[in-house]
């Protein structure tokens, strides 16, 4: 398949499923930070001004196995309906028939927000009845979601088997030719941020970027796999038991190429994964600090945020992918 962008494109009267970036910080059903709606708008303007009939989709927070309500995409369709001038209608679903009508139904110009693609567990598991389903009629797939699309998704990935062209979006594009230029030949200090669940998903990026960091620092739930690989209780926090060796090997690595290698000293902890939840912070690991049996890592803790604040400070040039901790929730959001 080409390697097209948005600018590319003949999309006058054809349907365009577009992958945007709508995980957004709520509160109480409210958005506290639109940031990434407003990264996507470039890119769904320009479609809209060439007759599409847009078809967005996007996951939203960590959704059990099913719809879960405060995890609905209602209030992203409102932000960008306000955004736009124009109504957004919100699908009662991602896929079914009452979706397809709705899209077949669509005119040039117009827009049609899915509801999370995570409610279903095809989506991460990048099944492919739920992608071709997801991929409906769609003439044409647009990713312009950044964050995810190191992700082998059904919504980033799996569409692409069954819709006749792929492009990049306006945001893609950008951090895209951002990193081209930065990487090849960064101002010293060049830091790096990794944040997010799993070692897995940015193994690749952590190895490539490895031949030219000064240091890496390491936040999210994948921190607690390096804890763990290192000997440390982790407690009931999310660890990718199977990768340990994986977490120890770039361990390893960074120590022989001279690469500072910075893991969250301490962290902030809870039994209940909601908001409003009671936490505490760990002692620092190297004082004997450890996650207890019952309770889990959900943000870097404050001699960690002390920390990569200082090393931060140092850097000339920074790549940050990934968030600290669970941020859509406000009481697990400091650290990012």
């Not at 990487?183 to 070692?199: D, Q, S, T």
């Not at 004082?287 to 931060?312: H, L």
Request: proline letters at 4%; glycine letters at 10%.
């Amino acid at each position: 398949m080409a390697k097209l962008s948005i600018r590319d494109l003949d999309v006058n009267a054809k349907e365009v499923l577009m992958r945007v970036d709508f995980n957004v910080p709520l509160k109480d059903g409210v958005i506290t930070d639109d940031t990434r709606i407003q990264g996507a708008v470039p890119s769904i303007k320009h479609l809209i001004a060439g007759g599409a009939k847009l078809v967005l989709c996007s996951h939203l927070g960590r959704p059990k196995g099913g719809p879960e309500e405060k995890y609905s995409l209602a209030p992203a369709a409102a932000a960008l309906s306000e955004i736009l001038g124009q109504e957004v209608k919100l699908a009662p679903d991602s896929i079914g028939e009452e979706v397809a009508a709705l899209r077949a139904a669509l005119q040039p110009g117009q827009v049609l927000l899915l509801e999370n693609t995570r409610f279903y567990p095809a989506e991460e598991a990048n099944e492919k009845d739920y992608a071709k389903a997801l991929a409906g009629n769609a003439e044409i797939f647009v990713n312009d979601a950044f964050g995810t699309a190191h992700r082998a998704h059904a919504s980033t990935e799996g569409v692409t088997h069954f819709i006749p062209k792929a492009a990049s979006g306006f945001l893609l594009d950008r951090e895209l030719e951002y990193l081209d230029g930065k990487l090849e030949n960064p101002e010293k200090p060049f830091l790096v941020i990794m944040g997010g669940a799993k070692v897995s998903d940015k193994i690749q990026v952590i190895s490539k970027l490895m031949e030219k960091a000064d240091a890496f620092i390491i936040g999210g739930a994948m921190a607690n796999t390096f804890r763990k690989a290192q000997g440390y209780h982790t407690g009931n926090s999310r660890v990718e038991a199977d990768k340990l060796d994986l977490a120890l090997d770039i361990l390893a690595k960074a120590k022989e190429k001279g690469v500072k290698f910075l893991l969250p000293a301490d962290t902030r902890i809870t039994q209940e994964f909601k908001e409003g939840a009671e936490t505490k912070v760990t002692q620092p690991y190297e004082q004997g600090g450890e996650t207890p049996d019952g309770w889990e890592g959900i943000d870097i803790g404050d001699v960690a945020i002390d920390e990569f604040v200082a090393e931060i400070k140092k850097a000339k040039t920074m790549i940050w992918n990934g968030p600290m901790g669970v941020f859509e929730l406000e009481s697990f959001a400091k650290g990012t």
